[in-house]
């Protein structure tokens, strides 16, 4: 498509001043307008929504790589907290990050735990599988009763 789309319109005049205004024209007439300005909505809406969605792209790049700085950040502070057991407890640096590395995993373990026994609660959406059924069910027995090739 070029830069500018084309959406359909509703002509304000009669295409043709001598054209017969009986009931039949005047309900297709009004079909084929009625139809023409569906199409120019549903049009328009999907030109706003794309425009939105651009604009919500293009914001969330700020976010990642808000993240990104973030993340590359906590580097730092585990370092820092290397540092700080290191001297307050008059340990060797060593020990200090190993102190602050084991507390990492630990957190890291928990939150895994959590997160295991959250996804392990996950079930399959027996409703919708039920109603699934059904459906296929009741189409395979209108087709046994005559409606189909089964005959």
């Known amino acids: ?4 789309e084309h959406i359909a319109s509703i002509p304000l005049t009669a295409d ?3 054209a017969e205004a009986s009931i039949g024209g005047l309900v297709r007439d009004a079909t084929a307008h009625v139809s023409t300005l ?3 909505e549903v049009e ?3 030109g706003e929504i794309a425009a939105e969605i651009k604009k919500g792209l293009k914001g969330s790049v700020f976010f990642i790589v808000a993240l990104t700085v973030l993340l590359f950040s906590l580097f730092f502070l585990f370092m820092a907290l290397g540092f700080l057991v290191s001297e307050i407890f008059g340990w060797w640096y060593s020990a200090g990050f190993g102190i602050v590395f084991g507390l990492m995993l630990l957190t890291a373990g928990l939150f895994a735990f959590l997160g295991y026994r959250k996804v392990r609660k996950i079930r399959a959406p027996e409703k919708s599988i039920a109603a699934a059924k059904d459906t296929v069910a009741a189409l395979r027995n209108r087709d046994s009763h005559g409606r189909g090739d089964d005959n």
């Open 38 to 40: 569906v199409r120019a």
């Open 44 to 46: 328009l809406a999907k």
């Open 16 to 18: 043709d001043p001598a």
């Open 1 to 4: 498509m070029t830069t500018r």
